[in-house]
């Protein structure tokens, strides 16, 4: 049975950083198949992935994060995401995903992955 659960939320002011982490067990995943997504409160979870790992290694992130998070993957069954200079927009439930079933190129395209972690809270105070 796969399961994905995600580690190292919490409290943080603005300005800080924190680091996730996801554990996959029952199988691994390659770093092109797994992503980051999250859900901030009263809304829907984002449709379009906070960080990816291509094909070819490179990374991709969305706008409102880009220069600030980091995502790798250090063990076949581990996916970070290094998440620095958090504002109050930031705020929200992270998930990991895994098992891409849909890429577009490079990519997995949108939220197109069969399993899903429960989150981990980030709470980011001004």
């Known amino acids: 049975q796969v399961r994905l659960v995600e580690s190292g939320g919490g409290s943080v002011q603005a300005g800080g950083s924190l680091t996730l982490s996801c554990a996959a067990s029952?199988?691994?995943?390659?770093?092109?198949?797994m992503g980051w997504f999250r859900q901030a409160p009263g809304k829907e979870r984002e449709r379009v992935a906070l960080?990816?790992?291509?094909?070819?290694?490179?990374t991709q992130y969305a706008d409102s994060v880009k220069g600030r998070f980091a995502i790798s993957q250090d063990t076949a069954w581990n996916l970070n995401l290094q998440m620095n200079n958090l504002n109050p927009e930031d705020t929200a439930v992270y998930y990991c995903?895994?098992?891409?079933?849909?890429?577009?190129?490079?990519?997995?395209?949108?939220?197109?992955?069969?399993?899903w972690g429960q989150g981990t809270q980030v709470v980011v105070s001004s």
């Open positions: 029952g199988r691994t995943f390659p770093q092109y198949s």
């Open positions: 995903a895994a098992d891409c079933n849909e890429y577009s190129g490079n990519y997995c395209h949108g939220p197109n992955f069969n399993y």
């Open positions: 960080a990816l790992i291509g094909r070819d290694g490179s």
